[in-house]
């Protein structure tokens, strides 16, 4: 991108092992990045998601689909996998949400990748033609706990036989009163960011929390441009008092800095 985007202190909330290439594209542009990642990317739970993640994966080769849900879901999949199957087993169709996902699914496994052309939503997904006649097959959606239940339940509807394999979860980080005065009154943010629904959540918490401590007014902050990747997380942001939220239709790089261009220049 060869617009400026010079002056815009954009807070940066993905994961911290996910920062590095949104940091990277607003520091190209001219923009600040502001570093408040909001969740760790952990393991799954131990106990019953554990043992129902192992069979699963012991019977990985019955699988007809694989659907892989996020970069998160790919490596910490993969990882997985690796754990019960030195090489990935064959015959088993894959599937991204968004082609972000797709290309690091493809760049460790090799072969063909499905992705839907139009977008990284669940109803984009399950337009791909190989959901055409998936009754009776075997599906596993590799994603988070808690994740995506509007694949699994569509394609159940669909008579496909569908098992979620969850490989993470996400876990809230909490900051002590200094971490948010630096981040959200101090670093005085032009634009806010949330990757996800639960990032989201997180970022309303910190809000609210900064607020508590006298140090910034949450009116202010939610009336401060919002950038999420999806309409359903557009919604969701609204429906938690945020009021100037825009879609990016992605949560690639590119859709984060197109999505800032269509912003105003701050106040100076």
């Known amino acids: ?16 092992h996910q920062q590095a290439e949104w ?13 408040l990642p909001l969740l760790d990317i952990l393991t799954p739970s131990n106990g019953d998601r554990a043992a129902t993640l192992r069979r699963a994966l012991l019977d990985l080769d019955r699988f007809d689909l694989l659907i892989f849900i996020s970069i998160n879901a790919v490596r910490m999949g993969l990882a997985a996998i690796e754990d019960y ?4 087993p064959l015959g088993i169709e894959l599937v991204a949400i968004g082609p972000t996902t797709a290309r690091e699914l493809q760049q460790h496994v090799g072969g063909t990748v499905l992705c839907a052309p139009g ?6 997904l399950l337009t791909l033609p190989c959901f055409d006649e998936i009754s009776d097959k075997r599906v ?7 994740g995506r239940e509007v694949i699994a339940r569509q394609l159940r509807e669909r008579e496909a036989r569908v098992e979620r394999l969850e490989v993470y979860r996400r876990v809230e980080i ?7 005065r630096e981040a959200l009154r101090e670093s005085e943010p032009t634009v806010l960011t ?24 949450a009116d202010r902050q939610l009336k401060t441009p919002l950038i999420v990747p999806s309409a359903r997380v557009k919604a969701l942001a609204l429906a938690l008092g945020f009021s100037r939220v825009v879609d990016a239709a992605g949560a690639d790089t590119e859709s984060l800095l197109r999505a800032l261009a269509t912003l105003p220049p701050p106040r100076t």
């Open 140 to 146: 596993g959606i590799v994603c988070g706990e808690g």
């Open 85 to 88: 199957w030195p090489q990935f």
């Open 194 to 217: 949330a990757a996800s629904g639960e990032s989201l959540q997180a970022l309303r918490s910190v809000i609210d929390q900064s607020s508590q401590l006298g140090d910034t007014d």
């Open 23 to 35: 940091v990277a594209g607003l520091e190209a542009v001219g923009a600040q990045a502001i570093c």
């Open 119 to 124: 977008g990284m939503t669940s109803e984009d």
């Open 174 to 180: 909490h900051y002590d009163d200094t971490a948010l």
């Open 1 to 16: 991108m060869s617009v400026s985007l010079l002056g815009h202190r954009v807070l940066v909330t993905r994961p911290r």
